[in-house]
């Protein structure tokens, strides 16, 4: 079976919002290209859409705790959006689902973070 190469790419909804969407395999040798998307300048919400990945290794999910406990230092939200494929399966036998607000579409993420932005305010 060949290897999905991974991609990320950034797609900013508003200025306060981003979305990172993956696709392909995340894995110990593409989970620093991950990392490298959600590195640098971030908006107040960040959401990461793994809907597309076939493969997330435990390298990824370290990625993912990391930028959410950056988002969470720098008191951004953050928040994965992924449905009942094998990121979500992953997610949440790994315990992450629990620690990372996760949610089965990317129009539930985006309603509920950018709400909760918007309350704050």
Do not use: H, K, Y
């Amino acid at each position: 079976m060949d290897r999905l190469p991974l991609s990320t790419r950034r797609v900013e909804f508003r200025e306060d919002l981003v979305v990172i969407r993956v696709t392909g395999e995340v894995d110990l040798g593409s989970a620093p290209q991950l990392a490298l998307a959600l590195g640098g300048a971030l908006p107040p919400v960040t959401v990461v859409d793994l809907t597309q990945v076939a493969f997330l290794a435990v390298a990824g999910l370290r990625v993912l705790v990391a930028a959410m406990r950056r988002a969470s230092t720098e008191g951004r939200r953050f928040g994965l959006v992924a449905d009942d494929r094998l990121a979500l399966r992953v997610l949440r036998m790994s315990g992450v689902a629990a620690s990372i607000p996760t949610f089965e579409s990317l129009s539930d993420a985006l309603r509920e973070l950018a709400a909760q932005d918007t309350v704050r305010d």
